[in-house]
């Protein structure tokens, strides 16, 4: 079975533009959830998604915005880039209460 | 503020050596995970711990979550060039989908 994917796998952005990133959540998986990796940092939790429904948020702005759809793939928005925004998106996926997640590779952004 | 401390943050050690990495925290989880990540891949997932005082062993790897269920430690035995990597353990509190992370033990195992 195909595991976790996302896309695209880098990005590169100016000061100032908006991106969309793109996860795939393992066959079966209803939940969703996105998480900002800076270097040599652990990952931060940025939002949840179960069942197409937001289930959490963390401690971001709100530039940051993601949705999930029917077939729970889920996209995370982030508007008005800053360099600080230059991380390692990671999108997690989980059958059920989001206990145990399995990450996909991520997506590297870098905002010049 | 840190709500899961990892210590060491950095480990370069020779193959054949054992290892203790900790990680602690002032709260209590639900459960905790260890993940291990190389350099531009996702974290992948290595064990779930849930009952204070659990144990588990994976080949050379053995995971213990504390009594209190507040700290965890993940000991290599025999550490192999194959175990570099960046180990990261990350608590959830209520079954969420939010994962705590710490800020990760590098370890460097040299032939």
């Known amino acids: 079975d195909a595991g976790v994917t996302q896309s695209p796998t880098h990005l590169i952005k100016t000061r100032g533009q908006q991106v969309t990133l793109r996860c795939s959540p393992i066959?079966?998986?209803?939940?969703v959830s996105w998480y900002q990796q800076v270097l040599g940092q652990g990952p931060q939790f940025i939002f949840q998604?179960?069942?197409?429904?937001?289930?959490g948020r963390g401690n971001f702005p709100d530039r940051f915005s993601a949705r999930q759809f029917p077939n729970y793939s889920s996209e995370l928005n982030v508007t008005a880039l800053l360099l600080g925004d230059s991380a390692l998106y990671l999108c997690?996926?989980?059958?059920?209460?989001?206990?145990?997640?399995?990450f996909g590779p991520g997506t590297r952004l870098t905002v010049t | 503020t840190q709500l899961l401390e990892q210590s060491p943050q950095f480990l370069s050690i020779q193959e054949g050596e054992n290892l203790t990495v900790y990680c602690n925290s002032s709260?209590?989880?639900?459960?905790l995970q260890w993940y291990r990540q190389e350099p531009g891949e996702g974290p992948v997932l290595l064990v779930t711990?849930?009952?204070?005082?659990e144990v588990k062993k994976l080949k050379r790897l053995t995971f213990q979550f504390g009594d209190a269920r507040k700290d965890s430690s993940l000991h290599i035995t025999a550490a192999q060039p194959g175990d570099t990597g960046l180990y990261l353990c990350?608590?959830?509190?209520?079954?969420?989908?939010?994962?705590?992370f710490g800020q990760g033990t590098t370890l460097q195992v040299k032939p």
């Open positions: 997690a996926s989980s059958s059920g209460t989001g206990r145990e997640q399995y």
């Open positions: 066959s079966g998986h209803k939940s």
């Open positions: 998604y179960y069942e197409k429904e937001e289930r």
């Open positions: 709260s209590v989880f639900s459960s």
């Open positions: 711990v849930v009952t204070g005082g």
């Open positions: 990350a608590g959830n509190r209520g079954n969420t989908g939010k994962l705590i």
